[in-house]
């Protein structure tokens, strides 16, 4: 059969002329052995019609799949488009989409002095989450002030805020041990200084204490994985009450103050919370409670827990040293020649 030369098609070029309008066109068109799982009609307005797929309309022409070619008809030569009924998809049933979500953790990587989530825990409810992570929130307490801070390993090293302990040398950690179903109130007084950031207002803290326990620990998360607006809740101790839980939304990953980047959340931060953790609903720490603006509600910030883990593993380069308590840092003695008596 012969189109013509208008009927030429290369490389899938659509090409259409009022040429090819012809009814024994057509009838070829419509016999070709094309199918379509739902297939739409164009109505010609010489009586005509062609069937396929109608894929995409514009304003002057609609391109037609017509299985073999597609055609581009113009509009002038359309009485109507009847559109063919898209069937509903069956929904695929898979092992994964039945499995029930579980409540279980998400596995740990063990660093071997704390532990950080592979991956986002599942969601659990904040009652169950603070029953099993309120053993690993303590208080910290100095002379002069009061803050909290968390276990992040069973040996006794915990954080706070650099702010909490700042000038102070007589530490102590108080910790609400769980025997029985009840608390136990156990205060530690061997508490040492390991490492300190006070430009980024962190501080990490040994519990020595002969006697101590194994203690209760907390998983790093990540502050990256958080969306804004997602549920958060702090531990600590605000004005000195121990144990207060408060819960609030992530308004933002990255409010800029002083330089540094933070988390802000409707979390409920008091004079006392400063050092605490922040937990997403997974029970994973994703900041350290440090601040708030005194002259307004539902304005607390916190550090991000991507900054407590480069801390954590650059612990060397901040050591305290016991030769200069106001540094910070601890700093190496400069390379020198060997001692020799011959050397002039």
Do not use: W
Not at 78 to 103: G, L, M, Q, W, Y
Not at 146 to 165: A, K, P, Q, R, Y
Not at 311 to 338: G, I, V, W
Request: charged share 20%; aromatic share 8%; glycine share 8%.
């Amino acid at each position: 059969m012969n189109f013509g030369p208008a009927s030429l098609v290369k490389a899938r070029v659509p090409l259409y002329s009022d040429a090819m309008l012809k009814p024994s066109l057509f009838a070829a068109l419509l016999c070709f052995p094309a199918s379509f799982v739902s297939a739409d009609t164009i109505q010609l307005k010489d009586k005509a019609a062609i069937t396929g797929q109608v894929l995409a309309e514009k304003r002057d022409s609609v391109a037609v799949d017509v299985g073999y070619t597609v055609l581009v008809i113009p509009r002038n030569q359309i009485e109507k488009i009847e559109r063919a009924s898209t069937p509903e998809k069956p929904v695929k049933s898979s092992a994964k989409a039945a499995t029930p979500v579980k409540s279980s953790p998400a596995p740990e990587i063990k660093g071997g002095f704390f532990s950080a989530s592979a991956k986002p825990a599942a969601e659990r409810n904040v009652r169950d989450l603070v029953n099993d992570l309120g053993e690993a929130v303590v208080q910290v307490r100095t002379p002069s002030s009061l803050g909290s801070g968390f276990f992040i390993n069973d040996e006794g090293f915990l954080l706070t805020n650099f702010h909490v302990i700042e000038g102070e040398s007589q530490l102590s950690i108080e910790v609400y041990h769980q025997q029985a179903g009840q608390l136990e109130r156990k205060t530690y007084k061997e508490v040492r200084i390991v490492a300190m950031n006070k430009f980024q207002d962190m501080a990490l803290l040994k519990v020595d204490d002969k006697d101590a326990p194994k203690f209760k620990t907390v998983v790093i998360g990540s502050a990256d994985a958080l969306a804004v607006g997602e549920h958060v809740f702090a531990i600590g101790s605000p004005l000195g009450l121990e144990r207060t839980v408060t819960e609030g939304i992530l308004s933002t990953k990255t409010r800029q103050i002083g330089g540094e980047l933070y988390l802000q959340t409707t979390t409920a931060i008091n004079p006392g919370n400063s050092g605490g953790p922040l937990f997403n609903l997974g029970g994973e720490v994703v900041g350290i409670t440090n601040m708030k603006i005194t002259f307004g509600e539902g304005l607390g910030f916190a550090i991000p827990a991507e900054a407590v883990r480069y801390f954590l593993e650059h612990r060397d380069a901040y050591a305290y040293s016991t030769d200069n308590p106001s540094n910070p840092y601890r700093y190496l003695e400069p390379p020198s020649k060997l001692k020799n008596t011959d050397t002039p």
